[in-house]
Each structure stands twice: as C-alpha cells, then as structure tokens.
C-alpha cells in the first residue's frame, strides 16, 4: 500500500536528487508542474524476483500486475543480454532511467549501471553472472481525488544468472 511523507517544495526537489529522479525534476520543472508550497507526495514500491524451482515450466515473463513492473522479454537463466520492458499502468514506459547492478557470484559488488528504457520501454542489461537488482523510480502527479498531491513508483527486480 501506499505510505505518505508531508514535506516543503524545496524537500521535494532535494528527494527527487537524493533518489537518482533528476529526470522527474527536470521534466517537471520545464513543465511548471513542481510544487511551490508544501505537498503530501505517496510512495510505493513494487518488487519481483526469479527463483528457479526444479525443472520444467518457466514463468519469467508472468505479470504480476504492479503499476510499475519489469517483464523479463527472456529467461534471465539462459541468456547472455537479458531485455526487459518497463511497464507503467499496463503500458510501456519509454524514456526511463532505470540501475542495474551486480554482485558477482564470489559476493563482491560490480559497477552500477544507469540505462535508459527505449520508447518501447525496453532495456538490455548486460551479461554476467551473478545476483542482478534492476530497479527505477516512477514520479507523476497523483490523480484528482487521491489523498496527495505526488505518487512516487518504485520498481526491482532480482534475478541471478550463472
């Protein structure tokens, strides 16, 4: 569900930095969009995994039916490259910054890397073996009637690779 956090303007434009959304901030700033006063923004976050169970039929590519989701376009256990479409409301999400990072299978961390959603909300995240966290952050202005004035998606999913 939905968590709530009343902050000032300014508080809103230092968290959309904090959590790598400048593009949210650019977007909505050109827009004039951004709050001048206090808000009450709403966040969740929405997450997926892989877990291979014995053999037989694969589910890697099954919704979950989040507002902000990732749909692997492979089975992340066997392929190099994995695709994957970013989906918001049911709809790809083009234009997207999305990170992805690893933790190699002797545990230690590898680079961060930053890519961004094609206009069909598909990224490539590189091969390599080990625990992969693709995630991103979704702002939009909430919806007439809702109980805040920002919603903020967040969406990851893990997966490992061998």
């Known amino acids: 569900g939905w968590r709530h956090v009343k902050e000032t303007a300014e508080g809103f434009r230092k968290y959309l930095v904090a959590e790598g959304a400048e593009d949210a901030l650019a977007r909505y700033d050109r827009s004039g969009q951004l709050p001048k006063s206090d808000i009450v923004r709403r966040y969740a976050k929405y997450g997926k995994t892989v877990v ?9 590519d099954r919704e979950a039916g989040h507002p902000l989701e990732f749909i692997p376009l492979a089975d992340p256990a066997s392929v190099g490259r994995l695709q994957m479409r970013l989906m918001f409301q049911g709809k790809p999400l083009g234009g997207a910054r999305v ?5 190699s299978p002797d545990g230690k961390p590898g680079k961060d890397l930053t890519l961004t959603t094609s206009k069909d909300g598909v990224i ?16 939009v202005p909430a919806p007439a009637g809702a109980d805040a004035q920002w919603d903020v998606h967040w969406a990851t999913f893990v997966y490992s690779r061998k």
Not at 52 to 60: C, D, K, N, T
């Open 52 to 60: 291979e169970v014995g053999s037989g039929a694969r589910a890697f």
């Open 99 to 103: 990170h992805a990072g690893i933790a």
């Open 124 to 139: 490539t995240v590189p091969a390599g073996a080990g625990l992969w966290n693709v995630r991103t952050i979704h702002v």
